[in-house]
């Protein structure tokens, strides 16, 4: 492989790795701030539990978050240096906000939360929970408008040969981010409950036949939130999806163009439901697909009657707006004059889109079932339930991290996509905006981070472990009986 290819998977093996983290710490944080106003508003243990045991898991998988997201900012530096220097002057602006603003708010009230146990009032204590929490979700909205500014780029006009910022508020109420973050953050809850609903459900088998099992409703609780959580991110992540999917079809028509391998410009357009055969073959008669007539001009511009247009006549649109052939220059290397690929990799894009429906459509599915083996107190009794819901922790993850590759895989051959509505020359081909590093030195810090990231992997799933399998008293050890001369009042001593 070239300089060029390995700098993307390094790029794709580190992103989408701290991109399990984010999600489950997004969803995970809200999730456990309810917890606690819960707790605080009813006094009932049982949300004091579920605070402490969910709150533990947070901890640990948000740690890891930090670990591995450091990562990404050195990494443009390191392998992307070039397109650090063509887009540093805008897109540093809402990083360099993530970091001052958002993390900063994120990182002191988590710590506040940790240590606060017991030296704070209840109330104040809460409202570090929520401060940390919505510092978590405005984080996510700034990484966000940074990513949205490379697939759709506004507020920006070109100066000596780069983009220069003229509006950080055009750039922060950019529509793409504004349409991004209620589907990245619905695709955040799906996976939080899913895993509330996986690892509930194991600990409710597990102890099923205990009649005193003291933490049994904890579980169900548990259970039954994930249920709902579940099924109403999902409804969120169609809307929202619905809604961004239109936003694409109109910024970047290649991208879902391909995501649908729709080779020919069709009017009204077909959905593929599913397609037999190699996508990427260059005749395309040869792949079978099972189609929804009309439902992809409905998709694309909410009308059944409207045209939508493929890739072979998108290629030519962009080969006369944007040239046939990359500039002949040393710095694109051997694709230096070569004729421009402006269709992203297909199998990719196609199945990369239904895997993240399906996985999110399978988590859901079991959220429901969760629901129904809960109802009017009952409590799940088979082996199979419990296995289910363990495997399906996996899905919104999946899914998660396929429409996370979809979107960066979809906009290639660009790393900045052009503008179609305008900012002239803002856009910049992913080939230019690689290092000028040996293919030696690249595949020693792609093995490297590789190995570090695999570590991190395994320290994370012991932590995991540890804390899932003793449940809540392994972060809320029973209380030793008080002597006569103890306050019956000492509030629970913390496992922080």
Known sequence: MDVLALARWQFGITT??????????????????GMQTAWVRTGNLKYLKMTKFWGKLLLVNFAMGVVTGLVQEFQF??????????????????????????FFIESTFLGLWIFGWDRLSKKVHLACAWAFSLATMASAYFILAANSWMQHPVGAEIVDGRPRLKSIGAVLTNNTALAAIPHTIAGAFSVAAAFLVGVAAWHLWRKREQADEPHRDVWRASLRLGGWVGVVAFAALAITGDAQGKLMFEQQPMKMAS???????????????????????????????FNVPALLSFLAHNDFSTEVKGVEDLITEYQAKYG??????????????????????????????????????????????ALWFTRRGRIPSTKWAPRIAMLAIATPF????????????GRQPFVVVPNPSG????????????????????????????????????VELYLMRKYLTGGV?????????????????????FAY
């Open 259 to 289: 995501a649908e391998a729709l080779c020919h410009t069709e009017k009204p357009a077909s959905f593929s439901i599913i397609a037999i055969g190699d996508v990427s073959g260059s005749n395309c008669e040869d792949v079978k697909t």
């Open 324 to 369: 046939a052939n990359y500039p002949v220059d040393p710095a694109l290397g051997e694709l230096s004059g070569k004729p421009i690929d402006y269709v992203p990799n297909l199998p990719v894009t196609y199945w990369g889109f239904r895997m993240m429906i399906g996985f999110g459509a399978i988590g859901a599915g079991v959220g429901v079932l």
């Open 423 to 458: 900012v002239d020359g803002v856009w910049m081909f992913t080939a230019r905006a690689v290092s000028q590093l040996s293919t030696g030195e690249v595949w020693t810090s792609l093995i490297s981070l590789t190995l570090v990231y695999a570590a991190l992997g395994v």
């Open 16 to 33: 989408v790795y701290h991109f399990l983290m984010v999600p489950l710490t997004i969803g995970l944080s809200l999730l456990v701030a």
């Open 398 to 409: 999946l899914g998660n991290s396929a429409g996370w590759i979809f979107t960066e895989m």
């Open 77 to 102: 530096g390191m392998t992307w240096s070039a397109y650090s220097r063509f887009v540093g002057d805008v897109f540093g602006a809402p990083l360099a906000m993530e970091g001052l603003f958002a």
């Open 473 to 493: 008293d392994a972060v809320m050890p029973p209380q030793k009986p008080k002597s006569p001369n103890e306050s019956g009042t000492e509030p629970l001593s």
